[in-house]
């Protein structure tokens, strides 16, 4: 089991930045494998706004290529989402999500609201 807590979240003005952190416990924490941060804005369906692998490679969402960057920090269990050059259209729940190795569940956090407005 691995539970996964978002923070970070708020109210930030259009080209501000805000950094977002998952932390992930549990008896299967061991076993990170891939990490990921997707999004849901209001009346829009959830979408994958970036992953990680245990090794470091990375993929973004094209509307966020070059504006956010995903890193983990493995010794403390740890994905974050910096993000910059914020605009209205990042407004929307962040959720963290990660799976372990040799297991097809995948693990959800709670979500942390961001909020892109003057």
């Known amino acids: 089991q691995v539970q996964l807590v978002e923070s970070g979240g708020g109210l930030v003005q259009p080209g501000g930045p805000l950094k977002l952190s998952c932390a992930a416990s549990?008896?299967?924490?061991?076993?990170?494998?891939?990490m990921f941060w997707y999004r849901q804005a209001p009346g829009k369906e959830r979408e994958l706004v970036a992953h990680?692998?245990?090794?470091?490679?990375?993929n973004y969402l094209d509307s966020v290529k070059c504006r956010f960057t995903i890193s983990r920090d493995n010794a403390k269990n740890t994905v974050f989402l910096q993000m910059n050059s914020l605009k209205p259209d990042d407004t929307a729940v962040y959720y963290c999500?990660?799976?372990?190795?040799?297991?097809?569940?995948?693990?959800w956090g709670k979500g942390t609201l961001v909020t892109v407005s003057l």
């Open positions: 999500s990660a799976n372990v190795e040799y297991d097809v569940r995948r693990y």
């Open positions: 549990g008896s299967d924490v061991f076993r990170l494998n891939v």
């Open positions: 990680i692998t245990s090794s470091g490679s990375t």
